[in-house]
């Protein structure tokens, strides 16, 4: 039902929804009068309440499952009978996947009344909702069909990677129908998260390093050197600066007010597009959007204009959540982690 979606029709719906929302902060506490949605909302609230750093993760599960054959639970998945268990998760770009605990929850409190697909998607549209203090909501309808096929190498292939540089990022979006702005727009989904060493290290003083503010790299260095990797260890910071500790924020030399942002941590918000413009990013494949001009003109609106980017953030993980399921084989899964049938299909 997903693939025959209309997407103009759901895209002005939630770009109206979104307008209508922004302002009102209460995110907590909203239900959607459907069981399926409304077990998943219960559950993403209790786990964010818990711990916020689920909130990332369940956002990121979306990207990850959709972009690959499509929105199909093929991100879960531990074994099928075609990829053995060199499913997407063992996959180099998967790093740091998270979330898979959560999803199971929900889905022994739903059985066979949602697929894994629509799981992750109103996961993680929830995720953005709570995260962002309900200025980011969308409505997105269930009927996901859960995929068969789940392959490590295919995930490396098409899943963009934090090297890339800003033709590869925008082939990478545009085979799957994104164009820039919507690959700008979702870039700020690094406003939250973290990111292990080894997705950053080409930006710790290699000889070609883009271009990242000195005294954001010198507190990277000093908390997270490169020689951590030559001895095996692979440490997580926050994606964004916001959420570091005050230690880390005076010797980058990073002062929120100062910004223009707010200091309130692991919010969904437009201080990516602050932190971008002076090269307190974390990946290159962030600062490379300012080599294009079109992309740096949307990190500028963006930065300045956050209403306008919770809108289009909001329209852009509706499209997201809304890529066809790809292949032959479909089923609602009993297991998120594995197919119905595990020796053939
Ligand atoms: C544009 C191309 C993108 C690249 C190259 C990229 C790359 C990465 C990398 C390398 C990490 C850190 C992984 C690790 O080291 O643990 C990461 C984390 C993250 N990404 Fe992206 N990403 C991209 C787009 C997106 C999109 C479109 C979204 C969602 C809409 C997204 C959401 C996230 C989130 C939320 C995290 C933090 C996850 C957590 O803390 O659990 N990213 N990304
Ligand atoms: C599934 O939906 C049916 C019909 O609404 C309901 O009676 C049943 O309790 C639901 N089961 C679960 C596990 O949610
Ligand atoms: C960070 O460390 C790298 C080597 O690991 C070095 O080349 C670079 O100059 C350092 N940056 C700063 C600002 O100290
Ligand atoms: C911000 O963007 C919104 C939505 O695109 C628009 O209606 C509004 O006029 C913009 N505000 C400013 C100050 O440009």
């Keep these: 039902m997903a693939n025959k979606l209309d997407a103009a029709a759901v895209l002005s719906l939630c770009v109206v929804l979104a307008f209508t929302l922004a302002g009102q902060s209460a995110a907590a506490g909203r239900y959607y009068g459907d069981k399926v949605q409304d077990t998943v909302r219960k559950e993403v609230e209790k786990a964010i309440a818990y711990d916020r750093s689920i ?99 295919v995930a490396d292939a098409n899943l963009p990677e934090s090297t890339f540089d800003f033709d590869q990022l925008q082939n990478n979006f545009n085979a799957r129908g994104f164009s820039v702005e919507e690959l700008v727009v979702l870039s700020g989904a690094h406003s939250i998260g973290v990111a292990h060493l080894s997705s950053y290290q080409d930006r710790l003083g ?101 209403t306008e980017w919770h809108s289009d953030f909001a329209a852009a993980m509706v499209k997201l959540s809304s890529l066809p399921a790809q292949g032959k084989n479909f089923e609602i899964r009993k297991n998120c982690r594995v197919t119905n049938k595990q020796y053939y299909y």
């Design 55 to 153: 909130g990332p993760a369940l956002v990121r599960l979306v990207f990850h499952d959709c972009w690959i054959n499509g929105c199909d639970g093929s991100v879960l998945l531990d074994k099928t009978p075609t990829d053995g268990t060199n499913t997407e998760k063992k996959a180099v770009i998967n790093i740091g996947l998270a979330g898979f605990q959560l999803i199971d929850t929900i889905k022994q409190q739903l059985g066979p009344n949602a697929s894994c697909a629509d799981i992750v998607a109103f996961a993680g549209r929830d995720a953005a909702d709570i995260l962002s203090g309900g200025k980011i909501f969308y409505t997105i309808p269930g009927g996901r069909k859960d995929g068969v096929v789940s392959s490590a190498k």
């Design 206 to 306: 290699r000889a070609d390093s883009t271009p990242i503010d000195p005294d954001y790299q010198a507190a990277l260095n000093k908390t997270t050197p490169l020689s951590l990797l030559q001895k095996g260890q692979n440490p997580t910071v926050p994606n964004n600066v916001r959420d570091e500790t005050a230690a880390f924020q005076t010797d980058a030399a990073y002062d929120p007010v100062a910004m223009g942002v707010s200091p309130e941590k692991i919010v969904l918000d437009n201080s990516y597009y602050h932190n971008n413009l002076v090269n307190k990013v974390l990946f290159e494949s962030d600062w490379v959007l300012r080599t294009d001009g079109d992309a740096a003109d949307k990190l500028e609106e963006y930065k300045e204009n956050a």
